[in-house]
Nanobody, 119 residues
Framework: QVQLAESGGGLVLAGGSLRLSCAASAYLFRTGAMGWYRQAPGKERELVAA???????NYADSVKDRFAISRDNTRNMIYLQMNSLKPEDTAVYFCNADLTGTSIGRNFWGQGTQVTVSS
């Protein structure tokens, strides 16, 4: 049963834009704190942008003013608009539902979508 499914990755030139989408199951969308992470080859998975349980947003310093996270509560979707892309943004991007603060006590991950930015 697929609970988080990303789409929208691809190859783009530096300076270009991409929009990632994540379709979540209703339970995860309602219960989890939703967000985006990324993992580049040889590096740790890192937070890109996420909603907090209080409804605010957190961004990695490296993407502030370039990326924007949004959500559609009617469709159980979150999005990541990525502008002014740089080669260092190249990574697999994962949708995340953080349920660590609930009785479930764990994170859920999508399968990931590859974003490649060429210079």
């Amino acid at each position: 049963q697929v609970q988080l499914a990303e789409s929208g990755g691809g190859l783009v030139l530096a300076g270009g834009s991409l929009r990632l989408s994540c379709a979540a199951s209703a339970y995860l969308f309602r219960t989890g704190a939703m967000g985006w992470y990324r993992q580049a080859p040889g590096k740790e998975r890192e937070l890109v942008a996420a909603f907090t349980r209080g409804g605010t947003t957190n961004y990695a310093d490296s993407v502030k003013d370039r990326f924007a996270i949004s959500r559609d509560n009617t469709r159980n979707m979150i999005y990541l608009q990525m502008n002014s892309l740089k080669p260092e943004d190249t990574a697999v991007y994962f949708c995340n539902a953080d349920l660590t603060g609930t009785s479930i006590g764990r994170n859920f991950w999508g399968q990931g979508t590859q974003v490649t930015v060429s210079s």
